[in-house]
C-alpha cells in the first residue's frame, strides 16, 4: 500500500476549438465535434489552407477586451486557470496563506518569433519594440505567479509537444512530497504562423481533419488552447470539504535518444515512461480503464503508439482526441489529461473524431463508438520531438 | 556544371556533410539508408531545397520516396517536372 | 537536502573548462569581443561574451554535429566537460536524466528560420532549422549524443531558469526518480538580442560592466553553457560540495532569507531593473562576491555563479571580485581572496518584476 500523500485532483479549467470552458469541451468531444478551418488570423502562400482547430473568435478573458500586453498563449493559461480555481472552489484569498506553485508546459509561449518585428528589423526599419516586451510579459507561469502573487515552485516546461502531460506530473510531485499544498498545472499554446509554416515543412499536415490511427492518416492538424488542473494535497481537500475530480496517482517520462523529430520505432521512451508511472502508483494493466493516447494522425507516431499500448496494454481501449481540438502543441497534454479525468468520472470515452478505418499493419485500434470504461486508473500519454515520452496517470476521485 | 554536380553541391552544402566530396557522391549510391545514409528529416529538408534551387515541388513522401532513390533518380525527377 | 555535485562543465566568453573559467576569476577580468551591429541606420560595434563551441569537436565528430546548432553545440560542450570533469565516460549516459535551462531558447536558428520564410516563401521554411528552433532541442541533442535515455526537460522562465531547473533535478534525486542528472543551462546571444539592447538601454558604457553599481545600466550581454553532473550523497565527499537548498520568492512580498553564514555570490549583471532588488535585501554583515563580469548578462548566468561557487568550496578560497565591478556602499564585497572557511555559498539571482531565487551550496 502507497503511504505516500495522495494527491487531489479539485478543479480543472480548459477552453479549445472544442469549447470555452470545460463544460463546453466535454459536450463538443461526446457530440459532435468540430471541424478544422483553414487559419482566419493569419496567411501563408502555401498551394493549400492547412486547416487548424482555432479558439472561437469571441473569445474574451472574463469578459474583457483582450490584454494586448500579454501573448494570447499567457491569456488561455490565465483564462483556465480561474475557471480551475472556481471549479475547485478556490479564491484568491484562498491561495494566499497556502504553499501554492505553478508548473506550466507551452511552445509559443516561450518563444520570440514575432514576424513582422524581425521582417522590420530586417528591413533596417525602427519597429515597434512591443512584440519583445509582450514576449517579456508572457511567461505562462510567471504570469499565473504574478497574477495571483504567489510565492511557491514556478516552473514553465518547454519539452515540445510533452510539456502539458510533463507538468502536471512534475507539479503533482510537488504536492505528493509536501512542497506545495497545491499546484497550478497545464499548459498553454496559440496558434501561430511560424509553427504552422514548421510543421508543414516537415510534411506532417494533413489538409483535411486530421485521422488518428486511420488507414487513411496523413498527418496532424495544429491546435491551440489550455487547460490547468488544480493539484492539491488530499489532506487540504478533505479539511475544506470540497470533492475531488480525480486523484493524481503516477507521472512516469523517458527520452527516446533516437532522433530530433522521428519517434524510436521501438517506443522504447513511451514503454519507459508507462511503466514507471504504473510503477509509481502501483496499477498493474489489469487496473487500466482507457488510455487517452496523443494519437496526432501522423503516420509514425501512430504507429509506434499502436504497437507500444498493444504490447504493454493488450485489450485496454485507447482513444485520440486531437480529432476534437487539434495538436495543441504544449496544452495538449493538459487538455488531454482534462478530458481524460471527465471520462473516468462518466465511466465513459468518447469515439476518436477522424478515425474511421482500421490500419491493417497497426496492431491496435481505438475505439469506433462510445464505450463504457470499466478501470479504476486512466493514463493520458504524450510523445514528443526530440524524443520526450510522458504519461501521467489518474484514478478516480470517489471511492 | 550538370544537374547531377548542382545537386550534389546542393545537398552537401543544405545538409552540412563537409567531410565528403561530390566526387564521392556515386550516382547510383543510396541517398538513404545506406550510401549517404541520410535521414527523414534530411528528405523533408531535401524536399525544400528542391523546391527552392530547382522550382519542383514533391508533394509528398510517396514521390520523395521516388525521387530520392539516388542522384540519377533525383536527377531524372527534377528533369521531368521542369519539362511539364 | 543533499545533492552531491561531481562534475563541472562550462564555456562562455572567457573560454571553456573549469582551468580557464579559474583563470579567468584569478585575473579578476575577461574581455568581451565587439560584434557590429546596425541600429537605426548607425553602424555600431557591441561587445557581447561571446563562446567558441571548437572544442566540442574533442569529443563529438563533425558528421554527428552536422545539425547541431550553435545554441546545441554550447550544450553539449557543457554536458560533455562536465561528465569528463566528473571522470565518467559518455558510455555512462544511458540511464541519465538531462535536465536543461534556458531564459530565450534557441534565438538565433529561431531568426534563420524566419529567413529561410522571409526569403523564399512559405513553401521554403527549413524543417532543419524549425526542428532546431524549440527549446528543448538542446537537451534533445544531449540525449541523442550521449545516448540518455533517463527523463528529460527543459524549463524557460528568463532569470528564473536555472533556479526552477535545478529545483526539479534535485527532487528528481530526492524522491529517487533516477541516480545522477545532468543538469545545466545554455543561452545564446544573437543579433535580434544586440538590436534589442541598443533600443532599450542604448549603448554599453566605456567603463564596461559594473554589476555593484546597482541603480545603473551597464550590462554586457553574454552568451555560455554550464553543466553538472549531480546524484545523491554517496557519503564520500565530493570536492565540489553538495546543493542545499533553493530557495523562490517575490520582493513584493517579502526578501530572501539569508544566513549569516553565507557567503553572497549576487546574480548582479548590470541592469538596473533587477539591480535595484539587490540592493534592498543584501545584508551589510554578509561577505558579498559577483562575478558577472567575467562573462556577461544573460538569463541562465547564475549558472556560471553556480559553478564559481562549487569550485570556490573545492579550493575552499572565495575569489575576489573582478576589478571595475564598481562599488554600492552598504556592501561588504570580497576584493582580496581569502579563505571560505566552513560558510556556505549562496547564489542569488533577482529578475527585474522581484522574483527571485536562489541557490546555497556547502562544502563536503
Same mark, same amino acid.
Given at each position: 500500500?502507497?503511504?505516500?500523500?495522495?494527491?487531489?485532483?479539485?478543479?480543472?479549467?480548459?477552453?479549445?476549438?472544442?469549447?470555452?470552458?470545460?463544460?463546453?469541451?466535454?459536450?463538443?468531444?461526446?457530440?459532435?465535434?468540430?471541424?478544422?478551418?483553414?487559419?482566419?488570423?493569419?496567411?501563408?502562400?502555401?498551394?493549400?489552407?492547412?486547416?487548424?482547430?482555432?479558439?472561437?473568435?469571441?473569445?474574451?478573458?472574463?469578459?474583457?477586451?483582450?490584454?494586448?500586453?500579454?501573448?494570447?498563449?499567457?491569456?488561455?493559461?490565465?483564462?483556465?486557470?480561474?475557471?480551475?480555481?472556481?471549479?475547485?472552489?478556490?479564491?484568491?484569498?484562498?491561495?494566499?496563506?497556502?504553499?501554492?506553485?505553478?508548473?506550466?508546459?507551452?511552445?509559443?509561449?516561450?518563444?520570440?518569433?514575432?514576424?513582422?518585428?524581425?521582417?522590420?528589423?530586417?528591413?533596417?526599419?525602427?519597429?515597434?519594440?512591443?512584440?519583445?516586451?509582450?514576449?517579456?510579459?508572457?511567461?505562462?507561469?510567471?504570469?499565473?505567479?504574478?497574477?495571483?502573487?504567489?510565492?511557491?515552485?514556478?516552473?514553465?516546461? =518547454? *519539452? +515540445?509537444?510533452?510539456? /502539458? &502531460?510533463?507538468?502536471?506530473?512534475?507539479?503533482? #510531485?510537488? %504536492?505528493?512530497?509536501?512542497?506545495?499544498?497545491?499546484?497550478?498545472?497545464?499548459?498553454?499554446?496559440?496558434?501561430?504562423?511560424?509553427?504552422?509554416?514548421?510543421?508543414?515543412?516537415?510534411?506532417?499536415?494533413?489538409?483535411?481533419?486530421?485521422?488518428?490511427?486511420?488507414?487513411?492518416?496523413?498527418?496532424?492538424?495544429?491546435?491551440?488552447?489550455?487547460?490547468?488542473?488544480?493539484?492539491?494535497?488530499?489532506?487540504?481537500?478533505?479539511?475544506?470539504?470540497?470533492?475531488?475530480?480525480?486523484?493524481?496517482?503516477?507521472?512516469?517520462?523517458?527520452?527516446?535518444?533516437?532522433?530530433?523529430?522521428?519517434?524510436?520505432?521501438?517506443?522504447?521512451?513511451?514503454?519507459?515512461?508507462?511503466?514507471?508511472?504504473?510503477?509509481?502508483?502501483?496499477?498493474?494493466?489489469?487496473?487500466?480503464?482507457? =488510455? *487517452? +493516447?496523443?494519437?496526432? /494522425? &501522423?503516420?509514425?507516431?501512430?504507429?509506434?503508439? #499502436?504497437? %507500444?499500448?498493444?504490447?504493454?496494454?493488450?485489450?485496454?481501449?485507447?482513444?485520440?482526441?486531437?480529432?476534437?481540438?487539434?495538436?495543441?502543441?504544449?496544452?495538449?497534454?493538459?487538455?488531454?489529461?482534462?478530458?481524460?479525468?471527465?471520462?473516468?468520472?462518466?465511466?465513459?470515452?468518447?469515439?476518436?473524431?477522424?478515425?474511421?478505418?482500421?490500419?491493417?499493419?497497426?496492431?491496435?485500434?481505438?475505439?469506433?463508438?462510445?464505450?463504457?470504461?470499466?478501470?479504476?486508473?486512466?493514463?493520458?500519454?504524450?510523445?514528443?520531438?526530440?524524443?520526450?515520452?510522458?504519461?501521467?496517470?489518474?484514478?478516480?476521485?470517489?471511492? | 556544371?550538370?544537374?547531377?554536380?548542382?545537386?550534389?553541391?546542393?545537398?552537401?552544402?543544405?545538409?552540412?556533410?563537409?567531410?565528403?566530396?561530390?566526387?564521392?557522391?556515386?550516382?547510383?549510391?543510396?541517398?538513404?539508408?545506406?550510401?549517404?545514409?541520410?535521414?527523414?528529416?534530411?528528405?523533408?529538408?531535401?524536399?525544400?531545397?528542391?523546391?527552392?534551387?530547382?522550382?519542383?515541388?514533391?508533394?509528398?513522401?510517396?514521390?520523395?520516396?521516388?525521387?530520392?532513390?539516388?542522384?540519377?533518380?533525383?536527377?531524372?525527377?527534377?528533369?521531368?517536372?521542369?519539362?511539364? | 537536502?543533499?545533492?552531491?555535485?561531481?562534475?563541472?562543465?562550462?564555456?562562455?566568453?572567457?573560454?571553456?573548462?573549469?582551468?580557464?573559467?579559474?583563470?579567468?576569476?584569478?585575473?579578476?577580468?575577461?574581455?568581451?569581443?565587439?560584434?557590429?551591429?546596425?541600429?537605426?541606420?548607425?553602424?555600431?560595434?557591441?561587445?557581447?561574451?561571446?563562446?567558441?563551441?571548437?572544442?566540442?569537436?574533442?569529443?563529438?565528430?563533425?558528421?554527428?554535429?552536422?545539425?547541431?546548432?550553435?545554441?546545441?553545440?554550447?550544450?553539449?560542450?557543457?554536458?560533455?566537460?562536465?561528465?569528463?570533469?566528473?571522470?565518467?565516460?559518455?558510455?555512462?549516459?544511458?540511464?541519465?536524466?538531462?535536465?536543461?535551462?534556458?531564459?530565450?531558447?534557441?534565438?538565433?536558428?529561431?531568426?534563420?528560420?524566419?529567413?529561410?520564410?522571409?526569403?523564399?516563401?512559405?513553401?521554403?521554411?527549413?524543417?532543419?532549422?524549425?526542428?532546431?528552433?524549440?527549446?528543448?532541442?538542446?537537451?534533445?541533442?544531449?540525449?541523442?549524443?550521449?545516448?540518455?535515455?533517463?527523463?528529460?526537460?527543459?524549463?524557460?522562465?528568463?532569470?528564473?531558469?536555472?533556479?526552477?531547473?535545478?529545483?526539479?533535478?534535485?527532487?528528481?534525486?530526492?524522491?529517487?526518480?533516477?541516480?545522477?542528472?545532468?543538469?545545466?543551462?545554455?543561452?545564446?546571444?544573437?543579433?535580434?538580442?544586440?538590436?534589442?539592447?541598443?533600443?532599450?538601454?542604448?549603448?554599453?558604457?566605456?567603463?564596461?560592466?559594473?554589476?555593484?553599481?546597482?541603480?545603473?545600466?551597464?550590462?554586457?550581454?553574454?552568451?555560455?553553457?554550464?553543466?553538472?553532473?549531480?546524484?545523491?550523497?554517496?557519503?564520500?565527499?565530493?570536492?565540489?560540495?553538495?546543493?542545499?537548498?533553493?530557495?523562490?520568492?517575490?520582493?513584493?512580498?517579502?526578501?530572501?532569507?539569508?544566513?549569516?553564514?553565507?557567503?553572497?555570490?549576487?546574480?548582479?549583471?548590470?541592469?538596473?531593473?533587477?539591480?535595484?532588488?539587490?540592493?534592498?535585501?543584501?545584508?551589510?554583515?554578509?561577505?558579498?562576491?559577483?562575478?558577472?563580469?567575467?562573462?556577461?548578462?544573460?538569463?541562465?548566468?547564475?549558472?556560471?555563479?553556480?559553478?564559481?561557487?562549487?569550485?570556490?568550496?573545492?579550493?575552499?578560497?572565495?575569489?575576489?571580485?573582478?576589478?571595475?565591478?564598481?562599488?554600492?556602499?552598504?556592501?561588504?564585497?570580497?576584493?582580496?581572496?581569502?579563505?571560505?572557511?566552513?560558510?556556505?555559498?549562496?547564489?542569488?539571482?533577482?529578475?527585474?518584476?522581484?522574483?527571485?531565487?536562489?541557490?546555497?551550496?556547502?562544502?563536503?
Amino acid at each position: 500500500m502507497n503511504s505516500t500523500p495522495t494527491v487531489a485532483v479539485s478543479g480543472i479549467g480548459c477552453l479549445c476549438a472544442a469549447g470555452m470552458n470545460m463544460q463546453a469541451c466535454m459536450q463538443s468531444i461526446t457530440g459532435n465535434g468540430c471541424a478544422p478551418q483553414p487559419p482566419t488570423r493569419f496567411s501563408s502562400d502555401h498551394a493549400v489552407a492547412y486547416p487548424v482547430f482555432e479558439v472561437p473568435q469571441q473569445y474574451s478573458f472574463g469578459g474583457a477586451a483582450r490584454n494586448s500586453d500579454t501573448l494570447l498563449t499567457a491569456d488561455f493559461a490565465l483564462t483556465a486557470t480561474l475557471e480551475a480555481l472556481a471549479d475547485a472552489g478556490l479564491s484568491r484569498a484562498d491561495l494566499q496563506d497556502k504553499r501554492v506553485g505553478v508548473c506550466i508546459g507551452t511552445t509559443v509561449g516561450s518563444a520570440m518569433n514575432n514576424e513582422d518585428f524581425y521582417w522590420q528589423y530586417r528591413q533596417g526599419r525602427h519597429p515597434d519594440m512591443k512584440a519583445v516586451t509582450r514576449f517579456l510579459n508572457s511567461n505562462p507561469a510567471q504570469v499565473i505567479g504574478q497574477e495571483f502573487g504567489l510565492t511557491g515552485p514556478c516552473q514553465t516546461v =518547454v *519539452n +515540445a509537444c510533452s510539456s /502539458g &502531460t510533463d507538468a502536471i506530473g512534475l507539479g503533482s #510531485s510537488w %504536492v505528493r512530497s509536501g512542497i506545495c499544498d497545491i499546484v497550478l498545472a497545464g499548459g498553454a499554446d496559440e496558434l501561430c504562423r511560424v509553427t504552422y509554416n514548421g510543421f508543414i515543412s516537415l510534411m506532417i499536415t494533413d489538409e483535411s481533419h486530421c485521422k488518428p490511427f486511420d488507414a487513411e492518416r496523413k498527418g496532424l492538424n495544429l491546435g491551440e488552447g489550455a487547460a490547468i488542473l488544480v493539484l492539491e494535497s488530499d489532506d487540504l481537500c478533505r479539511r475544506r470539504q470540497h470533492p475531488r475530480r480525480a486523484v493524481m496517482l503516477g507521472y512516469g517520462s523517458a527520452c527516446d535518444a533516437y532522433h530530433l523529430t522521428a519517434p524510436a520505432p521501438d517506443g522504447r521512451g513511451l514503454k519507459a515512461a508507462i511503466a514507471t508511472a504504473l510503477a509509481a502508483c502501483e496499477k498493474s494493466v489489469d487496473d487500466v480503464a482507457f =488510455v *487517452n +493516447a496523443h494519437g496526432t /494522425g &501522423t503516420p509514425n507516431n501512430d504507429r509506434v503508439e #499502436s504497437r %507500444v499500448l498493444n504490447e504493454l496494454l493488450p485489450g485496454v481501449p485507447f482513444l485520440s482526441t486531437k480529432g476534437y481540438t487539434g495538436h495543441t502543441l504544449g496544452a495538449a497534454g493538459a487538455i488531454e489529461a482534462a478530458f481524460t479525468v471527465a471520462c473516468l468520472e462518466e465511466g465513459k470515452i468518447p469515439t476518436s473524431a477522424g478515425f474511421a478505418n482500421k490500419d491493417r499493419e497497426l496492431p491496435a485500434h481505438p475505439v469506433q463508438h462510445e464505450t463504457a470504461v470499466s478501470g479504476a486508473v486512466a493514463i493520458s500519454q504524450s510523445l514528443a520531438f526530440g524524443g520526450n515520452n510522458a504519461a501521467v496517470i489518474f484514478g478516480k476521485g470517489t471511492h | 556544371m550538370t544537374l547531377n554536380e548542382k545537386l550534389k553541391i546542393t545537398i552537401i552544402e543544405e545538409l552540412n556533410l563537409e567531410e565528403i566530396t561530390p566526387e564521392e557522391i556515386d550516382d547510383d549510391a543510396p541517398l538513404f539508408g545506406d550510401g549517404l545514409a541520410l535521414d527523414s528529416l534530411d528528405a523533408v529538408e531535401l524536399v525544400v531545397q528542391v523546391q527552392k534551387y530547382f522550382g519542383v515541388e514533391i508533394k509528398d513522401m510517396e514521390e520523395g520516396r521516388v525521387a530520392f532513390q539516388s542522384i540519377n533518380a533525383l536527377g531524372h525527377f527534377i528533369e521531368e517536372r521542369q519539362a511539364a | 537536502m543533499r545533492i552531491a555535485v561531481r562534475g563541472i562543465g562550462i564555456a562562455g566568453g572567457f573560454g571553456c573548462g573549469v582551468d580557464q573559467l579559474r583563470q579567468a576569476i584569478v585575473a579578476r577580468e575577461s574581455a568581451p569581443q565587439y560584434v557590429a551591429l546596425k541600429a537605426d541606420h548607425q553602424d555600431l560595434e557591441m561587445p557581447v561574451f561571446l563562446c567558441d563551441t571548437t572544442p566540442i569537436e574533442k569529443f563529438i565528430s563533425k558528421r554527428a554535429l552536422r545539425r547541431v546548432d550553435h545554441y546545441s553545440r554550447m550544450a553539449a560542450l557543457g554536458s560533455c566537460l562536465a561528465l569528463e570533469d566528473a571522470g565518467r565516460q559518455p558510455q555512462d549516459a544511458q540511464h541519465l536524466a538531462v535536465v536543461v535551462a534556458s531564459g530565450y531558447g534557441s534565438t538565433r536558428t529561431t531568426f534563420s528560420f524566419l529567413d529561410s520564410v522571409f526569403s523564399d516563401g512559405d513553401a521554403c521554411a527549413s524543417p532543419t532549422m524549425f526542428s532546431n528552433s524549440v527549446h528543448n532541442a538542446a537537451a534533445a541533442h544531449i540525449s541523442i549524443l550521449l545516448n540518455a535515455r533517463g527523463p528529460n526537460l527543459t524549463v524557460s522562465q528568463f532569470e528564473m531558469s536555472v533556479s526552477s531547473a535545478l529545483f526539479t533535478a534535485c527532487r528528481w534525486l530526492q524522491d529517487k526518480h533516477v541516480d545522477a542528472v545532468l543538469f545545466g543551462s545554455v543561452d545564446e546571444y544573437c543579433s535580434v538580442l544586440g538590436y534589442s539592447w541598443q533600443r532599450f538601454f542604448g549603448q554599453a558604457p566605456a567603463a564596461g560592466m559594473q554589476p555593484l553599481e546597482l541603480e545603473n545600466q551597464s550590462a554586457v550581454a553574454g552568451e555560455g553553457a554550464a553543466f553538472f553532473l549531480l546524484t545523491r550523497d554517496e557519503g564520500d565527499k565530493p570536492p565540489y560540495g553538495y546543493v542545499t537548498d533553493i530557495k523562490f520568492g517575490r520582493a513584493q512580498r517579502s526578501g530572501p532569507e539569508i544566513s549569516e553564514n553565507s557567503l553572497l555570490i549576487l546574480g548582479a549583471d548590470g541592469h538596473k531593473t533587477s539591480g535595484i532588488h539587490y540592493a534592498r535585501f543584501i545584508p551589510a554583515r554578509n561577505q558579498t562576491a559577483v562575478y558577472t563580469p567575467l562573462y556577461g548578462s544573460f538569463p541562465t548566468g547564475s549558472a556560471f555563479d553556480m559553478a564559481i561557487a562549487a569550485l570556490s568550496i573545492k579550493e575552499s578560497n572565495i575569489f575576489a571580485t573582478p576589478k571595475h565591478a564598481g562599488d554600492h556602499s552598504g556592501l561588504n564585497i570580497v576584493r582580496t581572496e581569502q579563505s571560505l572557511d566552513s560558510k556556505q555559498i549562496s547564489c542569488l539571482k533577482f529578475g527585474c518584476n522581484g522574483e527571485f531565487g536562489m541557490i546555497t551550496l556547502v562544502g563536503a
